[in-house]
């Protein structure tokens, strides 16, 4: 990306087209994640042996219909495009301003991988606020029906709310604070993946070049964001977990729940055990590897470059 200049708004455009077609081939995907990182010993409704996704979507599919697995979708939709727009267009201005002389040093390619995180989370933290009450919902839902004895003393059941309703809700209980709760969380993860994506990305990238001065094919450029981006995923997703859990507003009776980072630490390793913390590290390989690869190919082929040049050109 920092190989050729690109106009802002072309690098939006491009990020939020990224953004919708990566969210929609892989949500239910991270539907599945959600679900599997939140259910905790003693009120696991998705127990197969052999593999908890298949097991977690059929489970899905079978008691919410085919549309369950995009419950949340909607909001990610929304908001996804400014969110990767966000944080391809920042990693790209931060790239630019940090080289020296046509140089950019391995540190600064971490800087700037930090400054896109950093600036992501804006977006991204409402997001994910919002769409994992919408995801974790038909868990819940089974949970009052298969295993009742795991539903908290004095819940009422009601029926799956939407975005705007859980907004709502949370703006007149909590204001603008309840749509960034767990945003700590949200920095741990998004910081070290974008310090680990971006320079992994354009070194993998590099290698796929046939010359120095041209830009790599677009199978190299999908290829190293997919290994970058399931890398990534992978390292930070005992923070991920975490997140999951202090971001969860509902749980069952048997479940435990969260006053803060440490808090959350410390419950699921002396409960859970080390291994909890790579619930849904799967999950997160196959949502973030293609999602990744998406966005570079959209980025690379300059997308947003061929629709910008069918507007007329202003004259001098």
Known sequence: MADKQISLPAKLINGGIAGLIGVTCVFPIDLAKTRLQNQQNGSRLYTSMYDTVSDCLIKTIRSEGYF???????????????????KLAANDFFRHHLTKDGKLTLFKEMLAGCGAGTCQVIVTTPMEMLKIQLQDAGRLAAQRKLMPETVAAGSVETKSPTAMQLTRELLR?????????????????????????????????????????????????????????????????????????LQSLNRGSTEDTYSGVTDCIRKILRNEGPGAFLKGAYCRALVIAPLFGIAQVVYFLGVAEFLLSFLPKKDN
């Open 173 to 245: 209980e909590k204001g603008i604070a309840g749509l960034y709760k767990g945003l700590g969380a949200t920095l741990l993860r998004d910081v070290p993946f974008s310090i680990i994506y971006f320079p992994l990305f354009a070194n993998l990238n590099n290698l796929g070049k046939k010359n120095a001065d041209g830009p790599a094919p677009f199978y190299v450029s999908f290829l190293s964001g997919c290994a970058a981006g399931s890398t990534a995923a992978v390292a930070v997703n005992p923070v991920d977990v975490i997140k999951t859990r």
């Open 68 to 86: 369950g697995m995009y419950r949340g979708a909607a909001v990610n939709l929304t908001l996804v495009t400014p969110e990767k727009a966000i």
